[in-house]
């Protein structure tokens, strides 16, 4: 088929301004990971050119320095997070869906009604909150309020997939003596893993990257997550740069690669929430 | 029946036990805390009114904070709604291949999922005066006299925080609207075609029109997002220079836990409490007419 000039016109011109964007987004990413391998005298000589010699000492440095220990305990955190705030959220929206239950629309508003509340708004009293009940200063100081700030979300996310969940394979189970416990654990659950994955995926983005409750519920130097290492990182190594730059490339990596691998079920999640930060 | 709706509950009951303790009663203690003068330190109170109120409503630099924030939205709308609506049309139209559009379209998404105190540290390095990538682009094309200290010139830094979050969030946005236009029906557009209409016209009468309501949450999680604003400030300036990027995050944050004063702070906290909830209620409203 011929083209009309014009076609080829646009098309070159618009799929030029995406490549534009991809080098804008890429290469200040490649501008970190090459500087991320010099040496601080090289860095500051220039930080255009290429690494005379690969210093992959800079990123040991940096996992000596903290990053080991960070990484562990934001692994611990949104591991333990993500896993309460699925199983909670998930057997919150089955009841509401599924199950007779008293109050049950005044439940529903309740707990939807978490959606409009900002973790900013609660950072205060919420600190007072978790000193009073001796948590402040804990590896719970941030899981119990992750969980309670992604439940919402979760339950959001899956009530309406429940709500149109086909009724006979419950029926059928309940007939061959299947209790209701047992039906949304090997029945429900399962089914449902689109819905379950993205939920765990969009709240493992939100604890792994969270920050504002990290930094004020947390003292301890040993229970430090990630993004709070980093801050503190550069408030300490003001001078050792690279080893810096080395920590943000570690900090990022994990997420980076699960979406590359994964960007569909990423999508899926995080448009289904249409929620930021 | 009775027993088993009694049952029932117990599903629900841990959930909406911790969303009830750890959400609602500490905003909650927020009208209540901003009511009195208190430390962190010791128990001890003392009711002052509505003053916190009062003293916040003279101080210069809450109206700088409040300006920065609108002024952060109004940027983010700008750039990540209109931009990446414009963006997200001529990814989806005849255009763009599909395969590379889907590759376009997860390049363009990675830096929203990067952290922001890892990006707001990486651009904290692309705008550092001596090393830093953009005044060394600047030098290389010959603008010297454009290069600055970015983040340390008062008439610069917030400008220079603000174009980060549109290199940051610009592609999840554009990812948002790219999704609402795969679900429009393609027979609109056949129908159009038939008619001759070309590819602006079909986005001006077809694609816009029908992706309305997405376009209106965009640009209200765009607007919460920036009343929401702390790491990038909190890493990236303090606030500084001479509190010029204070935002209503960054000044709750120094009065509650700067200067101890948790009386004070939570009375920042109810504001931003109101503004952010208020501009909720207007998102579940439109999210609700999709």
């Known amino acids: 088929m011929r083209r009309k000039p014009s076609y080829v016109f646009n098309k070159i011109w618009i799929n030029g301004i995406f490549v534009m964007l991809m080098i804008l987004i890429i290469y200040p990413l490649t501008w970190m990971i090459m500087n991320s391998l010099k040496a601080n005298t090289e860095l500051f000589s220039s930080s255009f050119s290429f690494p005379k010699k690969l210093l992959f000492s800079n990123y040991a440095d940096a996992w000596r320095l903290g990053f080991a220990s960070f990484f562990f305990n934001s692994i611990l955190v949104t591991v333990v997070s993500v896993a309460a705030t699925v199983v909670l959220a998930a057997f919150c929206a089955y009841a509401l869906a599924r199950l007779k239950i008293r109050f049950r629309n005044a439940i529903l508003y309740l707990i939807m009604g978490g959606l409009l509340l900002s973790p900013q708004s609660a950072l205060i009293s919420l600190y007072r909150l978790l000193d009073a009940l001796n948590i402040y200063n804990t590896y719970f100081a941030m899981i119990i309020p992750y969980i309670a700030f992604r439940i919402p979300f979760g339950v959001f996310l899956m009530y309406g997939y429940f709500k149109d969940f086909p009724s006979d394979l419950e029926d059928a189970a309940r007939i061959d003596g299947c209790n209701t416990l047992g039906i949304l654990l090997r029945i429900v659950m399962p089914i449902s893993k689109p819905i379950i994955s993205a939920t765990a995926i969009v709240s493992a983005i939100f604890t792994w990257n969270e920050f504002i409750f990290a930094l004020v519920f947390i003292e301890n130097e040993n229970l430090i997550t990630i993004p709070v290492g980093l801050s503190r990182f550069k408030d300490a190594l003001l001078t050792n740069w690279t080893g810096m730059l080395a920590g943000i490339v570690i900090a990022s990596f994990p997420m980076v690669i699960a979406f590359l691998f994964m960007s569909k079920t990423f999508i899926r999640g995080l448009t289904a929430g249409s929620v930021k930060g | ?290």
């Open chain 2, 1 to 290: 029946m009775k027993s088993k709706a009694n049952f029932n509950i117990l599903f629900v009951i841990p959930a909406l036990l911790i969303v009830l303790v750890f959400m609602y009663f500490p905003i909650l203690m927020n009208f209540f805390n901003s009511l009195y003068r208190m430390t962190s330190y010791s128990n001890a109170r003392t009711f002052v009114g509505f003053q916190h109120y009062a003293k916040i409503s003279s101080d210069p630099i809450f109206y700088t904070a409040l300006k920065n924030n609108a002024l952060y939205a109004i940027f983010s709308v700008v750039f990540q709604v209109g931009f990446g609506m414009l963006l997200a049309i001529l990814l989806e139209g005849k255009f763009v291949g599909r395969k590379i559009g889907t590759f376009f379209r997860n390049v363009l998404f990675i830096p929203s999922i990067i952290s922001i105190p890892a990006v707001a540290l990486l651009w904290y390095f692309i705008y550092h005066p001596r090393i830093g990538l953009l005044n060394g682009i600047l030098a290389s094309i010959g603008l010297d006299s454009l290069k600055t200290a970015w983040l340390a010139n008062p008439n610069t830094a917030i400008y220079s925080v603000i174009m980060m979050s549109q290199w940051q969030y610009t592609g999840y946005i554009m990812v948002l609207l790219v999704v609402a236009i795969q679900k429009i029906p393609r027979e609109l557009y056949e129908s159009a075609e038939i008619d001759g209409a070309n590819e602006f016209r079909k986005a001006i009468h077809i694609t816009i029109p029908s992706i309305r309501s997405m376009i209106s949450v965009c640009t209200i999680i765009t607007v919460i997002g920036s009343f929401k604003l702390f790491s990038e400030i909190y890493i990236m300036t303090g606030g500084g220079p001479y509190n010029t990027t204070q935002v209503l995050g960054t000044y709750m944050y120094r009065s509650a836990f700067l200067f101890d004063e948790m009386g004070y702070g939570s009375a920042v906290a109810v504001i931003i409490f109101v503004i952010t909830f208020g501009l909720s209620l207007v998102q579940l409203k439109s999210f609700k007419s999709t």
